[in-house]
């Protein structure tokens, strides 16, 4: 056995039965050895597309995937997806090859302080010098990736370490099971939020990605449904609390921050998504209550008047039997609730009447959405990738399971949604997958169609043509004027076309008459498919009306939903 037997061996015992990777020579040893013991290697076009893949394995399953990379330059191009995985608490384990170890420091080829570039975007980035020790390093790192925080790790391991005898022995420091037992609240924490809301009168839970990652799902819903309080979600975690629950804030949701009295921040980030936690986001006046495994998470940029660190499904489950001796706390929501609700309705019945009455050509970019919704299932896994289509998505699309949805998450890394598309549906290959995604951001990874179909893997992509990088080009005119929308434009390019030069399935539409039979046309193709639909670019989009493109420096004081 040697080193790279030895890691993929360590890899196996922990349940790894795929990997995603592009080859190399570094590399070739291990991909032996994952042939060899039967593990699955998606190869990709580009290592950020691998990167990009294992977020969303991990934003879909609960668990961490492995990203294997070529050193050098096949390492340094993972780096944005794990940024993106980084920045959105997301478990993943990257395997960096290195130059052997007699060679470092002369200027080897591919040599570069790969551990060095990593550090800042994993919770650790370890350079292994002895074979024996990768058993120990490999355990190490699914125990760091999914405890607390989740977030990416990084082994950087050299070819002459690969190369080197190992002894099979050393498995043993490997565990074939993942320990991870996060906190519980601390009592005299869960009786103060107890108190707090049976005195309070507009609560609101805001459930993040910890939410998803601690299995709170159902005790959600339990707890929400047995005490009436309302919930929003972070927009990256939608279906961990389901969209159509009565419960859920939907479109009230700016209402809904704004006048809580109660605010209860279930495992997410108060970052710019939610106004920091100030105003005019939230009330000046709200109690906060915020649930995090990671102490560094609590108070990060307002002060919390109840900080509790916990995993979110203990704190619910305690905070749950506490309030057993108040049955009736629910009966102070009633008119809250229904506020919201009316709000919700009012705010969704406007939107639909907005879309519906949308039936000009080019196709709007907010009916397109409102087609694409028409086709999915509850089980469908949906990927939203891009700026104005992403804009409009958030508005239209809704998901009612948890692990049903990706999308860019907090870093804005567009440029996703083929790879995500793909992994979801290795994660599920009984269940559909649609990919609405803007053209711009289908040009950052476009060669992973060639992975989709090599691998064979059928699912939907719904590009929104509108020739150009929307968002920025309005910006740019409203802020300079129309001869400074340079690099803005882009041609209206035959994406399916180029889907069926790689051997896949290709629709254009150009009507909005023309879409639904390419849409049924395209998920029962069997292979591959792309509709690229030319749309409207002459649109101002939510997230370009609330001033995103122009980064304001007080981000929330231009946020403003087209809904309210």
């Not at 292979?527 to 304001?552: K, M």
Request: with cysteine; aromatic share 6%; glycine share 8%.
């Amino acid at each position: 056995m040697n080193g790279a037997e030895l890691l993929v061996a360590a890899l196996y015992k922990k349940g790894v039965r795929q990997v995603f990777s592009l080859n190399g020579g570094h590399i070739s040893l291990v991909y032996k050895a994952l042939i060899d013991y039967g593990i699955r290697i998606v190869d990709v076009r580009h290592e950020e597309a691998a990167a990009h893949m294992a977020y969303a394995w991990a934003r879909l399953t609960g668990q961490p995937a492995v990203v294997l990379a070529t050193a050098g330059p096949g390492v340094t191009n993972t780096t944005t997806g794990v940024a993106t995985a980084f920045q959105a608490a997301t478990p993943m384990v990257v395997i960096g090859a290195h130059a052997p170890i007699p060679q470092m420091g002369m200027g080897a080829m591919q040599e570069i302080d790969q551990a060095g570039i990593m550090k800042p975007i994993t919770k650790f980035a370890e350079l292994i010098f002895e074979t024996k020790k990768i058993p120990m390093w490999v355990n190490r790192a699914f125990q760091t990736t999914s405890s607390g925080k989740p977030g990416p790790v990084f082994l950087d391991i050299p070819t002459s370490v690969f190369k080197a005898e190992a002894d099979p022995k050393w498995l043993e420091q490997v565990s074939d099971t993942l320990v991870v037992d996060p906190p519980a609240p601390d009592l005299s924490a869960v009786q103060k939020v107890t108190s707090i809301l049976r005195n309070a009168e507009r609560p609101l839970i805001i459930a993040g990605g910890g939410t998803f990652f601690s299995g709170a799902h159902e005790a959600l819903i339990d707890f929400a449904e047995r005490h009436g309080v309302p919930v929003l979600t972070t927009s990256l975690n939608k279906g961990v609390f389901p969209d159509t629950h009565p419960l859920h804030v939907g479109a009230a949701r700016s209402l809904a921050m704004a006048t809580a009295d109660v605010v209860i921040i279930l495992g997410a980030r108060l970052n710019f998504i939610l106004g920091y936690g100030y105003e005019p986001r939230f009330s000046k006046d709200s109690i906060f209550v915020q649930v995090d495994t990671d102490p560094t998470e609590i108070a990060r940029t307002r002060p919390i008047d109840v900080p509790v660190i916990s995993d979110v499904r203990k704190f619910l489950l305690e905070l749950d039997m506490a309030l057993q001796d108040h049955p009736n706390v629910s009966k102070q929501f009633t008119s809250w609730v229904q506020k919201l609700q009316k709000k919700d309705r009012d705010n969704r019945d406007r939107l639909d009447r907005q879309a519906a009455e949308l039936t000009s050509s080019p196709i709007h970019p907010l009916r397109l959405c409102y087609e694409v919704n028409k086709y999915l299932t509850k089980d469908t896994t949906l990927v939203a990738d891009g700026g104005d289509i992403l804009s409009y998505g958030r508005l239209a699309f809704g998901r009612d399971l948890p692990g049903h949805y990706v999308d860019p998450g907090a870093l804005g890394t567009i440029g996703i949604g083929i790879s995500a598309a793909i992994a979801a549906k290795i994660a599920r290959p009984e269940s559909p997958v649609i990919l609405v995604v803007g053209d711009g951001s289908l040009g950052f990874t476009l060669s992973e169609l060639d992975t989709a179909v090599r691998h064979q893997i059928p699912i939907v992509i719904v590009v929104s043509n509108n020739g150009g990088w929307n968002i920025e080009r309005k910006a740019m005119e409203l802020d300079f004027g129309p001869e400074y929308t340079v690099g803005t434009t882009l041609n209206r390019t035959r994406y399916d076309l180029i889907m069926e030069a790689f051997g896949g399935h290709g629709e254009w539409v150009t009507e909005l008459s023309q879409l639904p039979d390419a849409l049924q046309r395209s998920i029962e193709a069997g292979v591959p498919a792309l509709v690229n639909v030319e749309t409207d670019a002459n649109v101002v989009s939510p997230d370009l009306a609330r001033g995103l493109a122009q980064v304001p420096e007080d981000q929330p004081i231009n946020y403003k939903s087209v809904t309210e």
